[in-house]
């Protein structure tokens, strides 16, 4: 069984730019959900998808968008970075909705915003 | 005032000890309760899960909810070096989609050989 996966690794960008994530989920998962976690601080819900469609969100701005594709994978596009948007970027996969499903996490991806 | 409260630490403790962690939430609608364990560089990894109120033991961790006083803990008996690692509470209600998560600000502890 794979586990999720997340690529880059790390990236460095400048304000202003667009970046996109990308998240593999889990073998067999159906939903992914993208945290962001800011340096010593939990990570906080961006959104949520469930095939194909996004089934919650967290409070950030539109300029944070994503994308299910068939396979389930999926990414998060930020556009008009800020210097604030520099965060470890978490992928979670999990299986079904209702009641608890563990979420699995990916290892991040580190986003510099310089 | 933020949702979930627990104090990052860092938490020091001899090999052997008992680590005692702790969150306190105001959000009375939690119902799902999580802890999360996450080394450096590393996502968060779940240790352990309490749905509503009451305690939840496996191996060495135990988990407590006390949902009267909106207070969660978790306690890591016989700590080893291995346990060195910044511990996440995080919740939910019945009513979130099942992804949205409410995180603590982690708690990192450091147990010494």
Not at chain 2, 24 to 49: C, D, H, I, V
Not at chain 2, 76 to 103: E, H, V
């Amino acid at each position: 069984e794979t586990g999720v996966t997340q690529s880059p690794t790390h990236l460095i960008k400048t304000r202003g730019q667009q970046v996109t994530l990308r998240c593999s989920s889990q073998s067999g998962h159906n939903t992914v959900s993208w945290y962001q976690q800011a340096l010593g601080q939990g990570p906080q819900f961006i959104f949520q998808y469930y095939r194909e469609e996004e089934n919650g969100r967290g409070n950030f701005p539109p300029r944070f968008s994503g994308l299910q594709f068939p396979n389930y994978s999926s990414e998060l596009n930020v556009n008009a970075l800020e210097l604030d948007d520099s965060a470890l970027y978490l992928c979670a996969s999990s299986l079904g909705q209702g009641g608890y499903n563990e979420q699995f996490f990916g290892p991040g991806t580190r986003l510099t915003v310089l | 005032q933020k949702e979930v409260e627990q104090d990052p630490g860092p938490l020091s403790v001899p090999e052997g000890a008992i680590v005692s962690l702790n969150c306190t939430y105001s959000n009375s609608a939690f119902q799902y309760f999580m802890w999360y364990r996450q080394y450096s560089r590393k996502g968060p990894e779940l240790l352990m899960y309490t749905y509503s109120s009451g305690n939840k033991e496996d191996g060495r961790f135990t988990a407590q909810v006390d949902k009267s006083s909106k207070y969660i803990s978790l306690f890591i008996r016989d700590s080893q070096p291995s346990d060195s690692a910044t511990y996440l509470c995080a919740m939910r209600g019945t009513t979130d989609s099942w992804g949205k998560l409410q995180f603590g600000a982690g708690t990192q502890v450091v147990v010494t050989p």
